[in-house]
């Protein structure tokens, strides 16, 4: 059964850089099938897809964030990272890893979230 | 890239049905036949609902179904249960690998 787990600092500081790691278990990171992302959502409000990254390296973002925003993936350790840079309170949300399937293009396995928040 | 329209909220009774509306640009939702639906109870992750306009994953139940008219897309639930009080966003391809999700509607059973 694959299951993503999301891990890193639930607490920024402004200004500084959010951080964090998911951890694919029960399947390859690897897969040509897969593309892999973030996602996530501010207290009481929707979704925000952020970006997406294949096994091979390409890179995907939201153009709205992309000047702040960096995903990569390490496969020898089955995790992907995000990097979001310059953060302020409007970046306080709960932090989703998700899987892409490529044949059916939509996000399938969730990881449970982390929930950042950004205070000084 | 804006989010896609949602109602805010729906309501309906258990035993009747309900449809959350989705609308996106012809950037989006009008172009691909790629909306998915996700239920989100509150606390939890969203959970795979609707793909492809109208495909049920694995174990979904039949009293979901989905379509797609020019650039809104529909969730449809019949025969409201108690248990399908939740959260309820669309997602649609936006192209060059890019997504959109909607702003969510808040269903509750009477």
């Known amino acids: 059964q694959l299951q993503l787990q999301e891990s890193g600092p639930g607490l920024v500081k402004p200004s500084e850089t959010l951080s964090l790691t998911c951890t694919v278990s029960?399947?390859?990171?690897?897969?040509?099938?897969?593309?892999w992302g973030w996602i996530r959502q501010p207290p009481g409000k929707g979704l925000e897809w952020i970006a997406s990254i294949y096994y091979s390296g390409g890179t995907y973002y939201n153009p709205s964030l992309k000047s702040r925003v960096t995903i990569s993936v390490d496969t020898s350790k089955n995790q992907f990272s995000l990097e979001l840079r310059f953060v302020t309170a409007a970046d306080t949300a709960m932090y989703y890893c998700a899987r892409q399937s490529t044949g059916i293009v939509t996000w399938d396995y969730w990881g449970q979230g982390s929930l950042v928040i950004v205070s000084s | 890239q804006s989010a896609l329209t949602q109602p805010a909220s729906v309501s309906g009774s258990p035993g009747q049905s309900i449809t959350i509306s989705c609308t996106g640009t012809s950037s989006d939702v009008g172009s691909y036949n790629l909306v998915s639906w996700y239920q989100q109870h509150p606390g939890k992750a969203p959970k795979l609902m609707i793909y492809e306009g109208s495909k049920r994953p694995s174990g979904v139940s039949n009293r979901f179904s989905g379509s797609k008219s020019a650039n809104t897309a529909s969730l449809t639930i019949s025969g409201l249960q108690a248990e399908d009080e939740a959260d309820y966003y669309c997602?649609?391809?936006?192209?060059?690998?890019?997504?959109?999700f909607g702003g969510g509607t808040k269903l509750t059973v009477l």
């Open positions: 997602c649609s391809y936006a192209g060059s690998s890019t997504f959109v």
């Open positions: 029960g399947g390859s990171i690897s897969s040509s099938s897969y593309y």
